[in-house]
């Protein structure tokens, strides 16, 4: 990749940023097709957002990616919001348009791109159960009903998280069909005999001796296992492949939501095999 004076700035602003694995897989993709544009990490700290907000303006940079601790934040700073994002109260894209920022958020979208093109799943009709009533189970919960799922069970360490998703998903939503499981019942049997996809969207599996948080016996009986962790292989994951049960973990929801951050920025369809194979060459030796 050659910086020359006309190169276009994006990146991510994240606090800390040093884990982001988006450089790697954006940068490939703009070099395979030719475009003038480099991916850059910005180390932003909260008391700085709005000044880095302006940046993208004095710059002129293309727009950039939001990721911890500022997706809601950022909100204040932007000029518009796209429907998603407006429902969501979160933002992990920002398009610079002739000075005037849009806000995007492209994780639900991207976990479902990923289910469908990578999984070969079909979520329509099907019932879902979630562990985890976070940013991501708010998004994924999201692109999901809007692919016609028949329902959503949420599981979540804290009763309230999962209540206030569960509210959400009624009232902005207009999604009925979704019970909380209390998080000591989850691995109740009579739960499980309905169960089609378990999608873990917790943190619980990025470090090495994370508790398993489905009983084996339960996962034995799903149709797909989806782990949005991405670090590592989970516990989870190893015990989807040792039933044979289809499985994807994050890496592949990374992927599809900075394909569509890269569709907004650039016009152009995202080379996803091309970032898959730059993500897997750069992780291979810790994943
Ligand atoms: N693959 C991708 O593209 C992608 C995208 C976004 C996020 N992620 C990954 O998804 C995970 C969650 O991200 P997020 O943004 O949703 O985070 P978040 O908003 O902070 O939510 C974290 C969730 O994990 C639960 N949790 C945390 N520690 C737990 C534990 N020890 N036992 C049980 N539950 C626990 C929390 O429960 P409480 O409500 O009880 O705190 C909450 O439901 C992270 O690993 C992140 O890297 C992946």
Known sequence: MKIKGTTKITGVFGYPVTHTLSPIFQNSAFEYLGIDFVYLPFEVK???????????KVFNWIGVNVTIPHKKEIIKYIDELDETSK??????????????????????????????EDGKFDPENK????????????AICGSLISKKVNSIFITNRTFE????????????????????????????????????????????????????????????KVKFVYDIVYNRKTELLKIAENLKIPHLDGLSMLVYQGAISFEIWTGKKAPVDIMKKSLQEFSKFKY
């Open 161 to 220: 998280n999962a209540v206030k998703l569960k509210e959400h998903i009624q009232r902005k939503l207009n999604f009925q069909k979704v019970e909380i499981i209390e998080f000591e019942k989850r691995n109740e049997k009579k739960i499980w005999e309905s169960i089609d996809i378990l999608i873990n969207t917790t943190s619980v599996g990025m470090k090495e001796g994370d508790t398993l948080l489905i009983d084996k016996k339960n996962i034995e």
């Open 87 to 116: 429902i969501l109260e979160v933002v992990n894209t920002i398009h610079n348009l002739d000075g005037k920022l849009k806000g995007y958020t492209t994780d639900g979208d991207g976990f479902i791109r990923s289910l469908i």
């Open 46 to 56: 909260p008391e700085n957002l709005k000044t880095a907000v302006e940046a993208i």
């Open 127 to 138: 019932n879902i159960f979630i562990i985890g009533a976070g940013g991501s189970a708010y």
